[in-house]
């Protein structure tokens, strides 16, 4: 079992950085791929970031990469996203989330979310 605790999520002005965290428990952090998804008003999830289990290998959204940037400390069992050049269309609740062993883009296949944190985008 893993709990998933999210954080750092506020109002920021379009070009400005956020980085959210997300803290896990357990003693096996390191055996789960970690992926960050985002949900706004009116639509689906959507996958936005995936980092591997070492962090040796990251997975972006089109739309994010270049902006975004995951990365995880397995000693601290926290995985984060650094967030660049936010524009109003990145507002949405953001959700992290762990899958056993590989990663993934979808949804569905991931074990365990956090609660999201909620990031606005101002223009």
């Known amino acids: 079992q893993v709990q998933l605790v999210e954080s750092g999520g506020r109002l920021v002005q379009a070009g400005g950085s956020l980085r959210l965290s997300c803290a896990a428990s357990?003693?096996?952090?390191?055996?789960?791929?970690m992926g960050w998804f985002r949900q706004a008003p009116g639509k689906e999830r959507e996958f936005v970031a995936a980092?591997?289990?070492?962090?040796?290998?990251?997975y972006y959204k089109d739309s994010v990469k270049g902006r975004f940037t995951i990365s995880r400390d397995n000693a601290k069992n926290t995985v984060y996203l650094q967030m660049g050049s936010l524009k109003p269309e990145d507002t949405a609740v953001y959700y992290c989330?762990?899958?056993?062993?590989?990663?993934?883009?979808?949804?569905?296949?991931?074990?365990?979310w956090g609660q999201g944190t909620q990031v606005t985008v101002s223009s």
């Open positions: 357990g003693r096996t952090f390191s055996s789960y791929t």
């Open positions: 989330a762990a899958r056993k062993y590989l990663q993934s883009i979808v949804a569905s296949e991931y074990d365990y």
């Open positions: 980092i591997s289990l070492s962090g040796s290998a990251t």
